[in-house]
């Protein structure tokens, strides 16, 4: 059975920072692509990082900068690091596995916001 879960969510500050982490089971790891994405109130599910199994990364234009995704396939652990966090950061996030078949994680709120 395949699970995707993520930690890391909650509330902060503008121009606080989070990290999150996304520890996957059930897969070969090494070979996905990894994504995070978020999704807004009222606004499609964006993809705002990724990782293939290559390591080669990219980023959304309104992160790229702030936010820092890297893997460690001995944990099967990807991260979203996040840094400057700003109000219009507010989401829910959730990590992402792509390779023959895809899988979601369950998803946490991150809140900026004073």
């Known amino acids: 059975q395949v699970q995707l879960v993520e930690s890391g969510g909650g509330l902060v500050q503008p121009g606080g920072s989070l990290r999150f982490s996304c520890a996957a089971s059930g897969i070969i790891f090494s070979m996905y692509t990894m994504g995070w994405y978020r999704q807004a109130p009222g606004k499609q599910r964006e993809l705002i990082a990724a990782?293939?199994?290559?390591?080669?990364?990219n980023y959304a234009n309104s992160v790229k900068g702030r936010f820092t995704i890297s893997r460690d396939n001995a944990k099967n652990t990807v991260y979203l690091q996040m840094n400057g966090l700003k109000p219009e950061d507010t989401a829910v996030y959730y990590c992402?596995?792509?390779?023959?078949?895809?899988?979601w994680g369950q998803g946490t709120q991150v809140t900026v916001s004073s």
């Open positions: 992402k596995a792509n390779y023959i078949n895809t899988y």
């Open positions: 990782s293939t199994s290559s390591r080669r990364t």
